[in-house]
Structures are given as structure tokens and as C-alpha cells.
């Protein structure tokens, strides 16, 4: 039997994280996002490589990564799955789109579901403005009355070295027109599917939950 694909495409703080954590929980998928997986990465890599130096480099500047860093990474967390998957922000690119085809074939995967959480660039900035995540298990909170401890793990909560309005505008720019070529080249299979992200977490939950 094969296996479902979700893509949830975005840009940052669309709220694909949240809702890609509701739609996991509620089909038993799996989620793999390119973010988490080039930030452990970085973690548990040679600090003083190269390689790792470049990854940090492009991350600090909220630039995409290389494609063959993130071909490395999607194989090997693919290769030890099990179930469905979830993409958090992949295929970001042409080359990224024709190794996920390759990957989802290889691994026995159904034609891919894409889903694109919509929302103005403007409140993605402004989103980013009140985020805080976990300094260890990565979960994101909106600033609000919180303390300064995760609920999830007792962490710090912590505002990414990333999440600054300078580099959400860089981002932004960057995911425009990515987003445009994953949701033409998918357009054809009749899977793709335009959320209105503006709305509150349950609505946009209560939206994918009819597709999927």
C-alpha cells in the first residue's frame, strides 16, 4: 500500500508549522521540515567545517541552502520513515521539485498533496514580530502571557537569531516566487490546494481537514 505525501507550503510564520502539527496528530504522519532538519544539522555537525559554516551562513542570512545539503538531509530522514509524511516547506525550487519526485517514487509514495497557507507578507512580518521558540524541543509560541519555560519540555523560550524583520523580508522575497513554481508544476494532478491563512488556527485547521 502506498503511502500519503502532504506538502504545506508557506511563508514564514503562515502558520504551516501549527498546522502541519494538527494535521500530523490527527492522520499519524510524520513531519519533515527542511528548518528543523538543517538546525540539528548545525548542532550535531563539525562547527568548524566547511560545510557546516556554509549551512549556518546562508541559515543566519535566511537564505535557501544549497541543494545538495538538503538533497542529503531529505534522503536520509525519508529513508528512516515509516508511515505517511508531511513536508514542511519542500520542494522549494526546480531541482528540489525533481529530486522529491524521484524520492517520493522510490520510497512508493502517492501523488503529492500540496497545500499552500496564503497570507500577506506584511502579517507574516508582523507575526514574526511575537514568535518565541523553544531552545530544545523547537516548539513555537506566539508572545502573549507565557513564562519564560516551555509547556511541552520545560525549555527557554527563545527568539530565533533569524526571526528579525530584516530577514523575514529577505525570506518573503525568496518564498514568492518558489511557492509560484511548486503550486504551476503540482497544478496538473488536480491535488493542489490555496488556504486563506489570515483566518484563526481552527479555521484553517477545520480547511485542510476537508481535503485531507
Known amino acids: 500500500m502506498k503511502r500519503k505525501v502532504i506538502v504545506i507550503l508557506g511563508f514564514p510564520a503562515s502558520g504551516k508549522g501549527t498546522q502541519a502539527e494538527i494535521l500530523a496528530k490527527r492522520i499519524e504522519a510524520k513531519i519533515l ?17 566547511a560545510r ?7 541559515y543566519d542570512r535566511g537564505e535557501p541552502q544549497k541543494d545538495e545539503v538538503v538533497e542529503e ?9 515509516s508511515g505517511d509524511l508531511i513536508f514542511d516547506n519542500y520542494p522549494f525550487s526546480e531541482n528540489q521539485i525533481r529530486f522529491f519526485e524521484s524520492v517520493i517514487k522510490k520510497y512508493n509514495f502517492e501523488k503529492p498533496i500540496i497545500i499552500y497557507i496564503d497570507i500577506n507578507p506584511e502579517s507574516s512580518i508582523k507575526r514574526i514580530s511575537k514568535r518565541l521558540v523553544c531552545d ?3 516548539k513555537i509560541f506566539m508572545t502573549g502571557n507565557l513564562g519564560d519555560k516551555c509547556d511541552r519540555c520545560n525549555g527557554h523560550l527563545i527568539q530565533r537569531p533569524d526571526d528579525t524583520a530584516e530577514i523575514m523580508r529577505e525570506r518573503v522575497e525568496h518564498a514568492k516566487p518558489r511557492i509560484d513554481l511548486v503550486m504551476k508544476h503540482f497544478q496538473n494532478d488536480g491535488n493542489v490546494y490555496r488556504i486563506d491563512g489570515e483566518k484563526t488556527i481552527p479555521e484553517v485547521a477545520k480547511q485542510i481537514e476537508k481535503i485531507i
Open 52 to 58: 557546516v559554516k556554509t549551512i549556518k551562513e546562508l
Open 136 to 138: 530544545s524541543c523547537k
Open 73 to 81: 538531509l531529505i534522503e536520509n530522514a525519508v529513508f528512516k520513515s
Open 33 to 49: 521540515g527542511i528548518g528543523e532538519l538543517v538546525r540539528a544539522e548545525m548542532k550535531k555537525g563539525d562547527q568548524n567545517s
